[in-house]
C-alpha cells in the first residue's frame, strides 16, 4: 500500500533533513520489517516452530520473521510479534529482579512483556494504560506470556502521584505519540497527521513526563520513547524536562548499527541530547523511533508498604488445597488475594494499589464456586508441566476439535483419575482439560476458541 504523505509533512522534513529526506520518502514506501521474541518464562523457550537462524543484534530473545497468530507458538504464550525497533526500549530500561518498575503507557503489552520476561517473575511490573479498550488487550496479552508478577492498571499518569511518589526504581515512558515513524506499518495513522496534532502530542507527553518524574525513586532511571520523527516530541521534549528538572541527566546508550545519535540542534542545541538515539527506516532495519535513558540524582530510597487484608473467607483454604492436593504437584500460596468470587496470585498486597483501578493484580488463579474451586487458564499458561500430575498431548486433529470448543473422546480409558489436567500441544501447555468417564471435557474460553 502507498503511503500518502502530506505536503505539510514533506516540506517539514526537507528543511530539517535537507536532501535525505527523499531517502526517508523512500524508505517509508517499503515494506515494513517484521520480528518476534520469545518467551524465556516458559519451559524449553527455543522449543518453537518459527526459524531462528535471523537473530536481532540487540536482543538476545529476539529474531526477524513473521509469525502466526493463531499457531500454538503464539496461543501458549511462547512468542510475541514484535517491530524490531521497539525491542531496544526494554533492553535500554535494564530490568532486572526485584525491582519495582513502572509501565506508563503499556497497551497493547509488547514491552510490558518484554520488560516481565526479563525480571523472571521475581519484582514489581506495573502496567498502565489509560485508553479502557486497549487495557483489555493489554491484561489478555500479560496473561497469555504466563506473567505472575504484574499489576494491570487503567488510570492517568497523575493518579499515581498522591501514593506512589518516589516509589519506582525504573520507568518507561513509551509515550503516545503523532505515530510518523510508523506510518508504513499503518498507513491509515497517516489521515490523523497534522502540525497541530504534533503539538498536541509534545504537549501530552509533557505532562506525563511531569508525573514520572514524582514517581521515581532518587538514583531510579527513566527511559522516554516514542515511535515519531518529530523533534517537538522528541529532543525539544527532553530539553525541556532536563531544564525544568536538573536533578535528572541523560546517560549514554550503546548505538547499533544503524542507530545514531538523536540531533542536538533539533532540541535548542542542547549537547547532551546526542546521548540520546534515533532510528530511522532509511538506514535501520526496524521503524522509526526516538529513545533515550535518565538517571535521577540522589540515593535510593525504600518505600514503606502497608499491606490489605487477603479477603480469604474461612473455607477457601480448604477449596483450594483439596483442588491442589487431587491435580498438582506443586502449590504456591504466597501473596493470596480474593477479589469478588476470584483468588489471585497477587503481585502486590500494598494497600496503595486500593486508590487506583486495577484490572489484573498478578496472577488469576481461579475461581470460587459452590463448595469447590475452578481453576482459571491464566493459571495453567504460568505453569509448568512438571507442577501438574497429569499433562495430556493432543494429536493434530484433537488440538483442532479443542480449539473449536469440542469435547475430547478417548478411545482407550487413560491411567489418570484426576479431573482437572493440563492439556498440551507439541509440548506446550495452553489449557486446562476436565476428564471425566474417558471424555475431556472443553473448558478452553469462548473468547478463545475459533
Known sequence: MKVDLSPDFKEKYRNLMGERADKLFDAIQQDSQEAFRLNPLKPNFKNVSYSLNQPIEYSNIGYFGEINGNSIDHLSGYVYSQEPSAMYVTEILDPQENEKILDLCAAPGSKTTYIASKMASKGLLVSNEINTKRVKV????????????????????????????????????????????????????VKYWSLDYVEQCANRQQHILDS????????????????????????????????????????????YSGMEDAKPEWGNDNPELSKALRMFPDQFNGEGHFMC??????????????????????????????????????????????????????????????????????????????????????????????????????DDDQFEKYLHGESIILKERPDFDNKWIGLSYQGKLFSWGRYSNSQIKNVYPKGLRR
Open 293 to 394: 535513558k535518565m538517571v535521577k540524582d540522589g540515593d535510593i530510597e525504600e518505600p514503606k508498604e502497608r499491606q490489605i487484608n487477603n479477603n480469604l473467607k474461612k473455607d477457601d483454604l480448604k477449596f483450594v488445597q483439596k483442588f491442589a492436593k487431587t491435580n498438582l504437584t506443586t502449590l504456591i500460596d504466597k501473596n493470596w488475594l480474593r477479589i469478588s468470587d476470584f483468588l489471585y496470585q497477587a503481585a502486590s498486597l500494598d494497600s496503595r494499589f486500593k486508590e487506583l483501578h486495577i484490572l489484573r493484580n498478578g496472577l488469576k488463579l481461579g475461581e470460587f464456586k459452590k463448595n469447590r474451586f475452578e481453576p482459571d487458564i491464566a493459571w495453567i499458561l504460568a505453569l509448568k508441566p512438571e507442577m501438574l500430575k497429569t499433562v495430556f498431548e493432543l
Open 212 to 255: 514520572a518524574y514524582k514517581l521515581l525513586n532518587n538514583g531510579g532511571s527513566l527511559v522516554y520513547s516514542t515511535c515519531t520523527f518529530s523533534p517537538e516530541e522528541n529532543e525539544q521534549n527532553v530539553d525541556w524536562f532536563l531544564k525544568k528538572y536538573p536533578d535528572m541527566h541523560l546517560v549514554d546508550v550503546r548505538k
Open 138 to 189: 493489554l491484561s489478555s496479552n500479560i496473561e497469555r506470556m504466563g506473567i505472575s508478577n504484574t499489576v494491570v492498571t487503567n488510570n492517568s499518569p497523575k493518579d499515581f502521584e498522591k501514593k506512589f511518589g518516589q516509589f519506582f526504581d525504573k520507568i518507561l515512558v513509551d509515550a503516545p505519540c503523532s505515530g510518523e515513524g510508523m506510518f508504513r506499518k499503518d498507513p491509515e495513522s
